[in-house]
């Protein structure tokens, strides 16, 4: 597959099917359809998906409110390694730019480290660790940064 076959666009509730099935494959803590109808609808959350002509192939959630948090993203397995990851992210750093919001947090399980490398390779900094900050299973996180210019 060529790397930019695909195109990012916001989602609404008639996404909520497609973001859960892909969260069901590939989050270590799934979302199901009923909270991704509530992230929808919650006033602080976007959700954008990837899309490679019909099909939805990965989607990221932010929240925003003082500063920009990303609380999940993923990308179908065989679609990886091709740039959606990174165009998710490009398109919450214009999301939060257009809200005048200057860094963008998350958080990430210390042994995920495909995420990690991931999350450093898109620009984002390890600012520290929180212990027990993931649960099912219990694990220790990084907290991660990535400053955004005006
Ligand atoms: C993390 C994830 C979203 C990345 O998506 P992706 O579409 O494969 O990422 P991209 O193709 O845009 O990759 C962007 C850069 O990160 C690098 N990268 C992506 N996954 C990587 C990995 N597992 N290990 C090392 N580097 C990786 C790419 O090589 C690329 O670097 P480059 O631009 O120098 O070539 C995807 O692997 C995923 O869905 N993982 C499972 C869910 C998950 O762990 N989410 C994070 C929860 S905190």
Known sequence: MMP??????K??????????EISRKNSRNPW?????????NNGISSIFIAK???????????R??????????AVSSK?????????LISKCIEGSKCNSICDIILQVRKSNIGALNFYLKCG????????????NPAEDGYI???GIEA
Not at 64 to 73: A, G, Q
């Open 79 to 87: 679609h990886r390694k091709c740039g959606a990851g990174r165009a």
């Open 4 to 9: 930019d076959d695909f195109y990012v666009t």
């Open 52 to 62: 490679r002509k019909t099909e939805t192939i990965g989607f990221v959630i932010m």
């Open 124 to 135: 984002f900094e390890v600012l520290g660790e929180r212990r027990n900050v993931f649960d």
């Open 64 to 73: 925003i409110t003082d500063c920009s948090e990303i609380v999940e993203i």
């Open 11 to 20: 989602a609404d509730d008639n996404d909520a099917d497609c973001i859960s």
């Open 144 to 146: 991660m940064n990535l």
């Open 32 to 40: 199901n359809k009923t909270a991704i109808l509530q992230e929808l």
